[in-house]
């Protein structure tokens, strides 16, 4: 009996893995774009807002009527921002980090 419990557990064990598995690339990259985004920008931008100009959310609707359509517009807004916004710096957000943001930025908030 207690071996046949063994068996079972050591199952939905291997069951589990093979079910959920190592996360992919992509999922990890954008679990790093989701940190950096909470670390650096969800103060301003909770849930996607803008607590500072409520017309310039990270939706997609407030983002095309400002011209932000791509990573590279997100990333250069980041490193040149209107008036409001903080500036990142590259020795604040690496440009790796500044395109994890951007590709979570845009696969977020649709």
């Known amino acids: 009996m207690k071996r046949s419990a063994l068996i079972l557990l ?27 985004f909470m670390k650096h920008c969800s103060k301003c931008h909770p849930n996607g807002g803008n607590v500072v100009t409520v017309t310039k959310t990270l939706n997609p609707k407030d983002r095309e ?9 997100i990333i250069k807004l980041m490193r040149n921002p209107g008036p409001g916004m903080v500036k990142f710096g590259k020795n604040v957000i690496s440009e790796k980090d500044a395109k994890a943001i951007a590709e979570y930025i845009l696969k977020t908030f649709k």
């Open 10 to 36: 050591v199952l939905t064990a291997v069951c589990l893995l093979a079910v959920t598995g190592v996360p992919a690339k992509g999922a990890a990259k954008q679990g790093l774009g989701e940190k950096l």
């Open 65 to 73: 009527a400002n011209n932000v359509k791509t990573e590279g517009d």
